[in-house]
Structures are given as structure tokens and as C-alpha cells.
């Protein structure tokens, strides 16, 4: 793709200009894509999985471990609370988000798993419900999804069920 294209050029001219390796990039996607799945085919129209759980890579060589997989859910509000802490920025004393470096470097972090991961997508321009309004939050592996407009709730578990096929509320 162009985006692929130009992060190329970009790490390219890093590289030639010898900063790659005293360089932080921070890759993040905002939405997966969806085919056909959850009766759609397109990228960013709905909250479940595969268009929420979508790739972020960070690298810092100076700091950072090579090749770290954070399985852990995470959310892009965590981003600023760990370039604070990775730089030692001074913390504005109101932020949300948490670090995510404990993760990075490998420790266990068992209140990432247990802490709602709140999702929405908004697809009207209005303040009245649309039809493409969905709202959730996830926590410990199980997904609650709200539809507004046609005021409908969904219930997943996604330890027995990943690919979110069975309404537990139905």
C-alpha cells in the first residue's frame, strides 16, 4: 500500500542518516478488516474482533526489547502514559491510559486483562442513534456489545468462543 511505501522511504532515510537504531517508531493501526465475518466486508465498521484487535509495533532500540509480544488487551489511550514513562516526560497530572512497559519487559500484569477495554463505532453525523452506532466493553474475556439504534445487547465469551458466533444472550 502507499502507507506501506512511505514507511519503507521513511526507515530508509533513518537508516541512511544513522538514526534507526537511536530512533522510537510507533506503529498503530485504528481498525482491522472485515470480511464477511459479522455479515459485513470492509474495515472499520464494527467492535468485534477482527476489526478491533489490530497490530502495534514499537521499537526503541536503546530501551526496548527486540521481538516482545504484548498479548495482553491494550488500548491506544495507553500510548502517551508510556512515551511519559519511557522518556521520563514530566506526567500531567490527569491522563488516562497505563504504561505498557511492564509488558514489554515481560512482567505480568494481571489488572490488563481484568480492566474493561471500552470500543465504539460511530458511523452516523448526527446525535440521533444510526444503524452503524455500536458501543462495547471487554473485560476478562467476555465482550458485551450494544447496538442503539436497534437497541440490542450481545454477549460473547471469547476463551470458549474467539470468533464471536454464539450470542450468549439469545
Partial sequence: TQEDRQIGKLLKELALQGLLD?????????????FWEHWWNGHGANVFEESVRTL?????????????IVSEPV???????????????????????????????????PEFDRRPVFLHHGGGNSAEAHISDKEAVLRDGIKAIHWPEKNQWELYDLSSDPFEQTNRIQ
Fill in 22 to 34: 537511536r530512533t522510537a517508531i510507533w506503529l498503530v493501526s485504528d481498525h482491522g478488516e472485515e
Fill in 56 to 68: 502495534s509495533i514499537f521499537t526503541d532500540p536503546p530501551r526496548l526489547p527486540m521481538g516482545k
Fill in 75 to 109: 488500548m491506544h489511550v495507553d500510548i502517551f502514559p508510556t512515551l511519559i514513562e519511557l522518556f521520563q516526560w514530566e506526567a500531567p497530572l490527569l491522563r488516562q491510559g497505563k504504561s505498557l512497559l511492564p509488558l514489554i519487559h515481560g512482567a505480568t500484569e
